[in-house]
């Protein structure tokens, strides 16, 4: 497909000029899935760095931006950046976008959301003829899930200055580098041009990035809108624990040292330890044991923990627990266990100053101003290093799921978004500065 | 390797004559050594059913039994028959033998201890001239652990006249069909001939099974042998188990359904069940997350459970405990779960007039009659179906453990069990008869 191809799929151009909600939510809703055909494997939503479906979905993405009057440009990890000039040429902009990479066989929405609400809201300032004292840039993430190359938030990282050179060596499953991949992706760039895809933060008045909650919080209160008070700080560990394999039918009870038995026991001390304290969550997402078989006594099981909290010293809290546990529960049962620290990143709060403005803007459409964490970490949480930041969630349907085909949101929550959201960056106020102000070019 | 080969590797022949009982054991170790040359992978004892490593070490079985004075056959699946004639030909036999393949990366011992130590008991009183009422024959059974076509005991199934012919259907990993395997292993037979492999049960007059504990008890108890009062019953059970997938940064504990949780829960309750009833075991060998990833609760787990006692009916309240358990922890956690019952077998005691001729022939060595269950399946088992059947259990050291290189056991043991297990035979009386007479030939 080449961008000419993309022009003629114009969702939005069949109901132009748009000035309704409704319209611009069922917009984004179509896009969404007309996005969804830019596939690695058919019938699943599957989009990795730098794959051909990646460069379609870039250029489509380039395709709607231009066309809500906005230049675009691309940088060296592929991210798309649609620029809608303020009245003055050149002005420092307001940022907002998310990231257009899946998970394989993922959702629709998760990242995408926040890169086609921010471009219906230009289109519409663009067709009423409305401009800002501050510039806007739509940026779509090329990278933000780690499934290629096993390294995340590639395309916030570059942006915000922060990409770590040392994930260019990591290969994909076929073996090809990273390094390779963005040598050759056709771009105009080299990996020698990572330094220069670094926006400078003088020119960055703030972040904000619209994404669907992928949790039940929302929806289970009934909400379709909350603000995000900070990205919650994660510790994730791998256990390995060494019992002594025996004959499922010969070793009695009394002298077994099972490995499977008392990892069990970890994991459940780990739920009891999370569970009813509010804000804090653990989980044993992997659970193995090595060759297993029904009549063998496990000698040796493998598991993983995620401990993930707002609050750092919750979490820390926490981690210190589980890891007297596992020592408590392997001496009692004479196993031995290594315990290695995989991940360890402290909790990003949101600007104050932001999430102020943007429970302004859901008052101002009738709404409650709902505050809630966020339990995934987002692209946002690397750019807050260099500007204000602030997230808006959207209601996830059908459970709170994601990372799953099933993951799904409504037109209606789409409208709201796209209010709330274009009535905040119509009222944006930098922070620290009070000398915003809105205009009709 | 061909059969004058093994002939050449005589260990008894450089000490012949034997009768030294601490000549036996060592013999009866060095050949376990050199039997592990058989194997399918250098420096692990594998060695699977109608492999070019187990024609090989049926030969040379053969050998070693054809050089201790026995005539020697083999049948349609590979079985290696030995007999020792008794004082008039053509007699009824007391049958002694165990298996001759492994399980991958097993032990040397496992199954080969109860065929060569009854083999340098024949080579004894063959080197002596004498000869019983009743002959001997000492098999062993080709296949036992099931590894190569998922299917147990069928070398002792056929000579019980129980081979079920539908695991003639099963593959090996290559694809070959089990059917295949036997009509092409070059043994003179087709499997057409497994009728005929059946022996008749009128012309047995017992069997003993001496074979290695798998277990720590008599190691725990400081004793070189054991008399086996049976063979543990066992069911065995695969459960699935079905929640919810959600992210875990994200899906707050109190709403989730989180699959591994559930199934650790229903493990610990296992082991709670089982543990301190004597004679009762439960096993979780086999867990596992599919797909499981750090930062995903999970939506699906397996686990396999393993039951076993010598009272059935203590087996059976376990198993009833157990379904209760899980579906109590099923329903509170909100999960589904699918029971599928693998393997059930009720316990096959050992003759009764057989454990007290072994205690008999403990006492007379000065030994202890220690009595065990057998927490692990034999071949007695299967051949006890048609005649009386005795096992004797020999220490297992390292800590009991076995199917595992660590597998160990001592000369000084062995030579103990050949003395006990020919004070036996000499003294052996067939149930309900008293015809019983010893004569030097």
Same mark, same amino acid.
């Given at each position: 497909?080449?961008?000419?191809?993309?022009t003629k799929s114009n969702e939005f151009a069949e109901a132009a000029p748009?000035?309704?909600?409704?319209?611009?939510?069922?917009?984004?809703?179509?896009?969404?899935?007309?996005?969804?055909?830019?596939?690695?494997?058919?019938?699943?939503?599957?989009?990795?760095?730098?794959?051909?479906?990646?460069?379609?979905?870039?250029?489509?993405?380039?395709?709607?931006?231009?066309?809500?009057?906005?230049?675009?440009?691309?940088?060296?990890?592929?991210?798309?950046?649609g620029r809608y000039e303020g009245i003055e040429p050149d002005a420092p902009? +307001? +940022?907002?976008?998310?990231?257009?990479?899946?998970?394989?066989?993922?959702?629709?929405?998760?990242?995408?959301?926040?890169?086609?609400?921010?471009?219906?809201?230009?289109?519409?300032?663009? /067709?009423?003829?409305?401009?800002?004292?501050?510039?806007?840039?739509?940026?779509?993430?090329?990278?933000?899930?780690?499934?290629?190359?096993?390294?995340? +938030?590639?395309?916030?990282?570059?942006?915000?200055? /922060?990409?770590?050179?040392?994930?260019?060596?990591?290969?994909?499953?076929?073996?090809?580098?990273?390094?390779?991949?963005?040598?050759?992706?056709?771009?105009?760039?080299?990996?020698?041009?990572?330094?220069?895809?670094?926006?400078?933060?003088?020119?960055?008045?703030?972040?904000?990035?619209?994404?669907?909650?992928?949790?039940?919080?929302?929806?289970?209160?009934?909400?379709? +809108?909350?603000?995000?008070?900070?990205?919650?700080?994660?510790?994730?560990?791998?256990?390995?624990?060494?019992?002594?394999?025996?004959?499922?039918?010969?070793?009695?009870?009394?002298?077994?040292?099972?490995?499977?038995?008392?990892?069990?026991?970890?994991?459940?001390?780990?739920?009891?330890?999370?569970?009813?304290?509010?804000?804090?969550?653990?989980?044993?997402?992997?659970?193995?044991?090595?060759?297993?078989?029904?009549?063998?006594?496990?000698?040796?099981?493998? @598991?993983?923990?995620?401990?993930?909290?707002?609050?750092?010293?919750?979490?820390?809290?926490?981690?210190?627990?589980?890891?007297?546990?596992?020592?408590?529960?392997?001496?009692?049962?004479?196993?031995?266990?290594?315990?290695?620290?995989?991940?360890?990143?402290?909790?990003?709060?949101?600007?104050?100053?932001?999430?102020?403005?943007?429970?302004?803007?859901?008052?101002?459409?009738?709404?409650?101003?709902?505050r809630l964490p966020s339990g995934a970490g987002h692209d946002a949480m690397?750019?807050?290093?260099?500007?204000?930041?602030?997230?808006? @969630?959207?209601?996830?349907?059908?459970?709170?799921?994601?990372?799953?085909?099933?993951?799904?949101?409504?037109?209606?929550?789409?409208?709201?978004?796209?209010?709330?959201?274009?009535?905040?960056?119509?009222?944006?106020?930098?922070?620290?500065?009070?000398?915003?102000?809105?205009?009709?070019?």
């Amino acid at each position: 497909m080449n961008m000419s191809d993309c022009t003629k799929s114009n969702e939005f151009a069949e109901a132009a000029p748009l000035f309704s909600w409704d319209e611009l939510g069922a917009g984004i809703m179509a896009r969404a899935q007309a996005l969804a055909a830019h596939t690695e494997a058919p019938g699943m939503m599957t989009r990795s760095f730098l794959t051909p479906a990646h460069h379609t979905a870039a250029a489509r993405l380039a395709a709607w931006m231009a066309e809500a009057g906005m230049s675009v440009r691309r940088d060296v990890v592929g991210n798309v950046i649609g620029r809608y000039e303020g009245i003055e040429p050149d002005a420092p902009a +307001l +940022l907002t976008g998310s990231h257009f990479d899946t998970v394989p066989n993922g959702g629709i929405y998760d990242g995408i959301l926040g890169i086609l609400l921010p471009i219906a809201c230009v289109a519409r300032w663009h /067709a009423q003829g409305r401009r800002f004292a501050h510039a806007i840039e739509v940026i779509g993430f090329a990278e933000e899930e780690g499934v290629r190359f096993k390294a995340t +938030l590639l395309g916030s990282r570059a942006i915000a200055g /922060a990409f770590d050179l040392r994930v260019l060596d990591h290969t994909d499953a076929a073996g090809v580098t990273m390094r390779q991949a963005i040598d050759t992706a056709g771009l105009g760039y080299s990996c020698a041009d990572l330094g220069a895809a670094a926006m400078d933060p003088a020119r960055m008045l703030g972040f904000l990035e619209v994404h669907i909650e992928q949790g039940p919080v929302l929806l289970d209160a009934g909400l379709a +809108l909350g603000i995000v008070t900070g990205i919650a700080g994660a510790t994730r560990m791998q256990v390995e624990v060494s019992g002594v394999a025996g004959h499922a039918g010969t070793v009695p009870m009394a002298g077994r040292r099972d490995a499977a038995m008392a990892a069990a026991e970890i994991a459940l001390a780990i739920e009891q330890r999370c569970g009813g304290v509010e804000g804090l969550v653990g989980t044993v997402g992997q659970f193995d044991v090595p060759g297993g078989a029904a009549n063998v006594v496990p000698g040796r099981a493998l @598991f993983s923990i995620d401990v993930r909290a707002e609050q750092d010293g919750q979490r820390e809290a926490a981690v210190a627990d589980i890891l007297a546990a596992i020592d408590r529960i392997a001496a009692r049962r004479g196993v031995a266990t290594q315990v290695r620290q995989t991940h360890e990143a402290r909790s990003v709060p949101c600007a104050p100053a932001l999430c102020r403005q943007l429970d302004a803007a859901l008052r101002r459409a009738g709404l409650p101003a709902r505050r809630l964490p966020s339990g995934a970490g987002h692209d946002a949480m690397v750019i807050a290093a260099r500007t204000d930041m602030a997230m808006l @969630f959207v209601r996830c349907g059908n459970g709170g799921i994601s990372h799953n085909p099933l993951e799904t949101m409504s037109a209606e929550d789409a409208a709201l978004a796209a209010r709330v959201a274009s009535d905040f960056i119509e009222h944006f106020q930098p922070s620290g500065s009070n000398d915003h102000k809105e205009y009709l070019a």
